[in-house]
């Protein structure tokens, strides 16, 4: 089956370390996108990447960092400048930037503080 | 700038009654509406959307939603509820001459048995 593999499912971060979120799809999509989620928030765009080797800050890019070195895949990196990380993040991916179709979601990753 | 409220963040019905789930958006041009549903710990999952058309769309479970353009109103609603459909509710909207995708704040649905 088609779907996107976020991994881990659960992350816990020291003080002053970088931790890297994994989001692999085999959709064959080109647009992918991380979004964090907070309560009561709603879905909030970190970065998104429209194809391979190109990637945009979203809504909230500071203290993240991303790269697209592969279609298929589109990690992030939470670094130690992000001072509440704390959150569940989930990766999405679509068939164009600009399509009308809908995002499809991993199961997410959630990120703690230790 | 597009937003997008839920005005409501709960929701409780009884198993059997009819279900509804607000939205209002706001957007520059035309819009494309989407509705997706999280369980506890797990992603989005897309149930239908509104791109042009007919403006009562049916998605997935028996869910459908009705575009109105005078109201930029896109509810969604559930003839007859199930226990199963507890869960949280994300209406999202996009400008068709954009690339970003906005969320509500979600609804959370509790039905009971």
């Known amino acids: 089956d088609g779907g996107i593999t976020q991994s881990p499912k659960y992350l816990f971060r020291k003080e002053g370390q970088n931790v890297t979120l994994s989001c692999e799809q085999n959709?064959?999509?080109?647009?992918m996108y991380w979004y964090r989620q907070d309560p009561g928030q709603g879905l909030r765009l970190i970065y998104y990447?429209?194809?391979?080797?190109?990637?945009q800050k979203g809504d909230i890019a500071e203290g993240y960092s991303v790269s697209r070195e592969k279609k298929e895949s589109f990690p992030l990196t939470v670094t130690s400048a992000q001072k509440n990380p704390t959150a569940f993040y989930l990766c999405?991916?679509?068939?164009?930037?600009?399509?009308?179709?809908?995002?499809?979601f991993g199961d997410g990753t959630r990120l703690s503080i230790l | 700038a597009q937003s997008v409220a839920q005005p409501e963040d709960q929701v409780n019905v009884a198993e059997g009654n009819p279900l509804t789930v607000k939205c209002t958006y706001s957007?520059?041009?035309?819009?494309?509406l989407f509705w997706y549903v999280q369980y506890p710990n797990r992603g989005l999952q897309f149930l239908l959307k509104?791109?042009?058309?007919?403006?009562l769309v049916k998605g997935s479970y028996g869910f459908e939603a009705e575009f109105n353009k005078s109201q930029t109103s896109f509810h969604l609603k559930k003839p007859s509820a199930l226990v199963s459909d507890s869960a949280l509710y994300f209406c999202?909207?996009?400008?068709?001459?954009?690339?970003?995708?906005?969320f509500g704040a979600g609804t959370t649905v509790t039905v009971r048995a």
């Open positions: 999202a909207v996009r400008d068709i001459n954009d690339y970003k995708l906005s």
């Open positions: 990447s429209q194809i391979v080797n190109d990637f």
């Open positions: 959709l064959n999509h080109d647009a």
């Open positions: 509104y791109i042009t058309g007919d403006n």
């Open positions: 999405a991916s679509s068939l164009g930037f600009t399509s009308n179709q809908p995002q499809h």
């Open positions: 957007v520059s041009g035309n819009p494309y």
